[in-house]
């Protein structure tokens, strides 16, 4: 059965029509075509598929798209404007070499971003606590702690507007 | 030696940071279609059969089961694989690939 969904992603709306079964990682890659959102396990295990859901991380393989109606997405497309105007997690990531193969970074700097809004200034443990959700098989997480280090720094705790934040 | 023994950030880094890297996932044509594959929950057993009437009443679906041999010949023209029994096991690939070597 097809139920009608609307949502704001990125802040742009949008208007769907998607199988009650679809969950929401499938709507924002295959109707959507935002394909920045990964799916690696489909079990809310790995991460990949890690979305903003009015303003806070969820796993977006474990949500129904029908149940997204209404509400307001952010994806990785909608941290920046394009590869060469980078947020500052991003750019921390890219300096630091925080990725390889860069199937897990979407949702590793969305977790980023979720983490430094809450503690703009997290020690080492809550870096690793705050990423736990998310599943990396190349660099064994010592580059990726070093950037979100790095990101916290670059950000000065400044609690990041550009995208919604409600908590 | 302005590289040897210093890093350097990766290439590819800036496109894959803002979610625009390509992964085969992501690649999408006309008329492309999406495979599911049926597992056997039983180690080492014979499939017998399989039925797919439900899977066939399905809105969208294409090929259920007869189109992945056809799929698999396709792909491996030069094994020069004669058309296999079906369903599918590794062994009838395997003994389809055996026969083809010994006729050729």
């Known amino acids: 059965m097809k139920v009608p969904v609307k949502v704001i992603v990125n802040k742009k709306a949008y208007s769907v029509e998607v199988d009650t079964r679809m969950i929401l990682a499938d709507m924002l890659r295959d109707e959507l075509r935002l394909t920045g959102t990964h799916i690696g396990c489909g079990t809310g295990s790995c991460g990949a598929c890690t979305v903003m859901l009015n303003g806070r991380t969820v796993k ?18 909608g941290l920046s404007t394009g590869a060469q105007q980078l947020h500052p997690i991003q750019e921390a990531f ?54 979100i280090q790095a990101a916290a720094k670059s950000m000065q705790g400044k609690t990041d507007t550009r995208v919604a934040n409600r908590g | 030696m302005k590289y040897v023994g210093r890093g350097f950030p990766g290439m590819t880094n800036r496109v894959l940071v803002s979610g625009q890297g390509t992964f085969t996932a992501d690649i999408h044509l006309p008329g492309i279609c999406a495979v599911t ?9 014979r499939v017998v059969a399989v039925d797919t009437k439900k899977a066939e009443a399905e809105p969208g679906v294409t090929a259920p089961l007869g189109a992945i041999p056809a799929a698999i010949e396709d792909a491996l023209p030069h094994l020069k694989l004669a058309l296999m029994e079906t369903p599918l096991t590794p062994d009838r690939v395997w003994r389809a690939m055996r026969v083809a070597q010994a006729t050729s």
Do not use: W
């Not at chain 1, 503690?119 to 580059?143: A, K, M, V, W």
């Open chain 1, 94 to 147: 890219v300096e630091n070499q925080g990725l390889q193969c860069g199937y897990c970074t979407p949702g590793m700097v969305l977790s980023t971003l979720q983490l430094l809004n809450d503690n703009p200034d997290p020690s080492e443990d809550e870096i690793r606590h705050g990423i736990s959700g998310n599943l990396c098989r190349c660099t064994g997480y010592q580059f990726i702690v070093k950037s």
């Open chain 1, 60 to 77: 977006s393989c474990c949500i129904l798209a029908a149940d997204a109606d209404g509400q307001e997405i952010a994806t990785i497309e």
């Open chain 2, 37 to 45: 594959i049926l597992r056997s929950p039983y180690a080492h057993a």
